[in-house]
């Protein structure tokens, strides 16, 4: 069989007319071949009756609040509601269809509540419903432990979830719908000229991913890397290719994807800057520092440490626990508020002269201050105030001629 898994996010899910769209997809693979698969997340967003964050909004108000166990049993009721909707609306098409839980699609999980890892997947109820005929539904984003207890996989598992069946499957592709064309090259609300892009890499997608852009999660794109299968993010409401994500190594498209140094820019906002410093050089700041952030399960990021100083970032949430903590342990850090990190991505750039020249440049055109930066071989981060973080990436963009 060729097979090809699809799945398809809320927003997707949540009217009729949405539905014909997703049958449509549905349909037109069917006629190119394929034996489809398809996931599905809880449909729409909070507000909407079955959306993931409004079933937590049901529970969160009541004084004995659930345990990590029950939680799980309740937020895969989402998912459950749009397999089976979807389920019904394809067979009222005429298009024989059966659906699958996480656990009845063989999906086995660790023992972590609400954030557990796909362990394995046995496919054989899937390839004997798709040997059948059927168009297979799977809730996304839920499996089983081993002991027979329900878990979900945490925000964006219905993606993780769809890159796991592929690659148990021995997918062709796997396509994720959402309600852009594609990967963009900035955020269409902030860069009017942002574009979509035809191709990129494994490492730039999960790049723009982690750095604040919401197409698809980071676990989802290193499955697909891990077993080779070839990822496309489309959009539900038209039928525009959207973009293809594979490796140079096999995509067929290495002009595409290495005649440029810069692919995007992404952001992220709402992060505190934290300098700790040690005038007497000791050499044990460091150490005591984040040692003290790993206690208090604080997450840190964009480090830079010196002999005499340690530079990071936390969640702007965290920032009064940490600066509280460090006061214990006999440190005054400054703290910065308010900042936001530019991410500016591109399989291209390694090795590549002047890239953090042009960086520096088209901020400096516009005043805008770099408070801190690190590197890697496919991107270059920056620290900025949040009050220009959105006049950070229009410059950016337009220096590097991602309009085009």
């Not at 219905?158 to 592709?173: I, K, N, P, W």
């Not at 993010?233 to 525009?240: C, H, P, W």
């Not at 290719?241 to 290495?254: A, I, K, W």
């Not at 044990?284 to 840190?300: D, G, H, N, R, Y």
Request: hydrophobic share 40%; glycine share 8%.
């Amino acid at each position: 069989m060729r097979i090809l898994v699809q799945k398809f996010g809320g927003s997707s899910l949540t009217t009729v007319e949405s539905r014909d769209r997703v049958i449509k997809h549905i349909q037109r693979e069917q006629g190119e071949g394929y034996s489809v698969v398809v996931v599905v997340s809880a449909m729409g967003r909070l507000g909407d009756p079955y959306a993931t964050d409004t079933l937590l909004q049901l529970v969160q108000s009541e004084q004995e609040p659930l345990s990590a166990r029950e939680l799980d049993l309740l937020l895969c009721c989402g998912e459950t509601i749009s397999a089976m909707t979807l389920c019904a609306a394809l067979k009222s098409a005429g298009i024989k269809a059966v659906a699958f839980t996480g656990a009845g699609a063989g999906i086995t999980t660790d023992n972590e509540y609400g954030k557990a890892k796909i362990k394995k997947i046995n496919p054989e109820r899937v390839l004997a419903a798709l040997e059948d005929g059927n168009v297979v539904v799977i809730t996304g984003f839920q499996g089983m432990t081993e002991q027979g207890e329900t878990v979900t996989l945490g925000r964006g598992g219905s993606d993780t979830s769809a890159a796991a069946l592929g690659a148990a499957l021995a997918a062709e592709t796997v396509d994720i719908y959402t309600d852009v064309s594609g990967v963009l090259t900035a955020d269409p609300r902030i860069v009017e000229g942002a574009k979509s892009l035809s191709v990129v890499s494994y490492a730039e997608i999960s790049n723009m991913a982690r750095e604040g852009a919401k197409v698809i999660h980071p676990r989802a794109v290193e499955i697909a890397k891990q077993a080779r299968v070839a990822l496309r993010i489309r959009s539900t409401f038209n039928d525009e290719p959207g973009t293809l994500v594979q490796d140079e190594s096999f995509s067929g498209n290495e002009e595409q994807l290495m005649d440029r140094h810069v692919t995007g820019i992404a952001h992220f906002k709402g992060l505190t800057q934290l300098i700790v410093t040690d005038p007497n050089e000791q050499g044990e700041m460091p150490l005591k520092v984040f040692q003290t952030m790993a206690e208090q399960a604080i997450s840190v990021d964009f480090i830079h440490v010196t002999p005499s100083k340690a530079s990071f970032t936390i969640f702007d949430s965290d920032a009064e626990r940490a600066m509280k903590y460090l006061h214990q342990i006999g440190f005054e850090p400054q703290l910065r508020k308010g900042c936001a990190k530019i991410s500016v991505i591109g399989g291209g750039m390694n090795g590549q002269p002047g890239i953090m020249a042009s960086i520096v440049a088209a901020l400096s055109s516009e005043s805008i201050p770099i408070m801190q930066s690190a590197d890697s071989n496919t991107t270059i981060w920056l620290l900025v105030s949040e009050e220009r973080m959105e006049d950070a990436v229009r410059a950016l963009h337009y220096k590097f001629e991602l309009y085009k």
